[in-house]
Structures are given as structure tokens and as C-alpha cells.
């Protein structure tokens, strides 16, 4: 049974940072492209960043880019998302997911078959 576990949200200030972490079980780790997605309140969920099973590529939403980065270690079955310089408008739950894509850009929520529940993270201004 394929598992991944969000964590590492909570509530900061902006300008603040936060670790997130989502740890996966039940599935061969190293095979499988993480992405993180986003939904705040009355929007659809969108893509933040990804990272290609290997770690050695990665594609991030430009509303992004400069501020969050992704790794991942595969020994841990773990991708972690480091978020920096947060702003109001990050606020959100953030979810973790996995699947084998067969393209790149890796943005398209239907290409991941796994998701986790999703953390709070919460930005104040």
C-alpha cells in the first residue's frame, strides 16, 4: 500500500521560512517523479515544483522560482520543500505526490497517481 505523509506546515510570518517533508513507503521511491501541488482557499489545487525520480532535474511554477527548493534523498524515501521568503499569497495546503511521468514539464495533476493529505502552511502579513 503506497503511503505519502506531509509535514513540517504551521503558521509564520511572512518573509519566514518552513521545511516541508513528505516521506513515502510502499513503492520503489527512486522511480517515481515527487511533485508538489497547492490549494488555497476558494482556488483549484495548483502546481508548485517537481523533482524527477533521480533528483537530478526539477521544475519550478514561477510564482515560485528563487524562493522554494526541492530535494529529495532516496535512501530516506523523502523529498524535502524548503520554502523561503514566504508571502501571504503562499498560504495554502500543500500536497505531495508521486508518478511515473512520461513528460516534462512535469505540471499535470493527472499524470500522479499517489497523493498524500496535505499540510497547512499559513503566511501572515
Known sequence: QVQLVESG???VQSGDSLRLSCAASG???SWYTIGWFRQAPGKEREFVVAISGSGGSTYYADSVKGR???SRDNAKNT???QLNSLKPEDTAVYYCAA???RSWPPVAQYEYHYWGQGTQV???S
Open 79 to 81: 523529498v524535502y520543500l
Open 68 to 70: 522554494f527548493t526541492i
Open 9 to 11: 506546515g504551521g503558521l
Open 27 to 29: 513503492l520503489t521511491f
Open 122 to 124: 499559513t503566511v501572515s
Open 99 to 101: 508518478g511515473r511521468l
